[in-house]
């Protein structure tokens, strides 16, 4: 969930050092490379009416190196003037630092925020999620919390110096998610972490991570009846020709193409689990966050319980 920098950063000045033997000018281009990991569309619309609604897509790792950071996107999310944000993710995780950053930056917002899962929601992203006055899980969807974890090298004392800090911010994360499922405490949530949970839609609906799994049934039944869900949508929210209030700049087709480009490249971006020191890549091998509830045990949901065992023992010997 967060990583050191100094390694990292270590490392990419190494990899650019050796570069610029090589090929100076690409070296440079790197140097000053930023590597996008959100879209927003509608960001201008502003409306009287309660169905404006600004589009916010994170479909990529959260900051990171080379990547762009919450600053950016703050000053994004700020300039957006709708009434309503619909935040849609599908992310592996990211910078813990950048994710909370951005989590209080959509509380802060003054608009309505829904923050809907549409296929994956992992480590920091999860906690990005908490940020919505309301949380929609999509049919088929995953969130997944975990420890903070980081890639360092030092000396024992630095290691141990390093493990206290870890503790430390795994304990702030697990108060934001005891914030939202209020029927466990902190502590709960991190011995949940600590066994890396992985939550289909309805069971983070069930522990309170979520409010609801996303259903079409108002659009079925419109279209069910023979009524254009569209049409409808227009006559709700009928123009004011008389209104002074200033209409925003409408988008040329070129600058239409290029957000619709953009967009699309994004949003087919694919993310790699294997390299990101998971300890499940698939769900199917998790342990059921479920399991004490009295619903059916998996044959590793023993390890849960032992990694909360254990969890509590070192809270008593604090």
Do not use: C
Request: no cysteine; net charge negative; glycine share 6%.
């Amino acid at each position: 969930m967060t990583y050191s920098f100094r390694r990292m950063n270590g490392h990419k000045a190494k990899l650019l050092n050796r570069l610029k033997a090589v090929h100076p000018a690409l070296a440079n281009d790197i140097t000053g490379l930023k590597l996008p990991w959100y879209h927003i569309k509608n960001q201008a619309e502003t409306s009287e009416s309660d169905d404006a609604t600004a589009e916010v897509f994170i479909y990529d790792e959260i900051g990171g190196s080379f990547g762009v950071d919450a600053n950016e996107f703050i000053q994004d999310l700020q300039g957006i003037k709708a009434e309503n944000i619909m935040v849609r993710i599908n992310s592996p995780g990211g910078s813990v630092v950048d994710s909370i950053a951005i989590y209080n930056a959509l509380v802060q917002h003054p608009a309505n925020v829904t923050t809907r899962i549409d296929s994956m929601a992992a480590s920091a992203a999860s906690v990005v999620a908490m940020a919505g006055d309301s949380i929609e899980m999509m049919v088929g969807s995953q969130l997944m919390i975990h420890d903070a974890m980081s890639a360092e090298l030092g000396n024992a004392k630095e290691l141990r110096e390093l493990a206290k800090w870890l503790d430390m911010q795994s304990d702030n994360i697990a108060s934001i998610y005891a914030e939202r499922g209020r029927d466990k405490t902190a502590q709960d949530w991190r011995a949940l972490m600590l066994a890396e949970t992985w939550m289909f839609a309805n069971e983070a609906v069930e522990l309170g991570l979520a409010d609801s799994v996303y259903t079409r049934q108002v659009k079925q039944a419109l279209e069910e009846a023979g009524v254009d869900p569209t049409e409808e949508e227009e006559k709700d929210s009928p123009i004011d020709v008389d209104s002074e209030e200033e209409m925003p700049e409408e988008e040329t087709p070129e600058e239409e193409e290029e957000e619709a480009k953009a967009l699309a490249l994004l949003m087919a971006k694919r993310h790699v689990m294997s390299n990101r020191g998971y300890k499940f890549t698939g769900r199917d091998k998790a342990p059921s966050p479920l399991a004490h509830r009295g619903t059916a045990k998996r044959s590793n949901d023993d390890e849960f319980d032992r990694i909360h065992a254990t969890y509590q023992r070192a809270l008593a010997g604090r």
